[in-house]
């Protein structure tokens, strides 16, 4: 249940999002789950706001909570975008597959389906690079919010 203290927090994280001031947003959400740490669309706020910063790391972690506390596309939706962003892109399609299960006709959700395995038949194979892959990619993925998949994360 979120408190007083969080649903104010929240206010001020989404205007600094609108304002595209990623790190104030973070800080903010940050204090807001902890008053709130069961608050499911607190965790999606932060993870429009380290993907502003260009942190999936910490966008993954926050979208594998969302998946336990709130199942769903936009989980999956969340999941997918860091995974991508991340390069792992088998991951990554399987995460937006298992969206369009719950949400077949969204499109956001289809297209980033559709670019995860466009890169995943681009990465040259394991014995070509002497590791996992890792080759090609967006040349946009490493920017806060640029390229795709669902480079438009919603505020919602």
Known sequence: MEHARSRELRVAARTALQRRQWAR???LLDDALDAAPDAAGL???RI???AGLGDFESALEDADALL???PGPDAWMYRG????HLHEFAAAAHA???GLRASPCDRLMTQGWWDALTMLRQEPPASVTGHGGGGGGDAAAGR???GRPGSQLALG
Do not use: C, D, T, V
């Open 25 to 27: 947003a973070r800080e």
């Open 43 to 45: 965790y999606r706020l």
């Open 48 to 50: 429009i706001a380290s």
């Open 68 to 70: 336990e506390l709130r």
């Open 81 to 84: 975008h860091a995974l991508y």
């Open 96 to 98: 937006f597959q298992n």
């Open 144 to 146: 806060a919010g640029g």
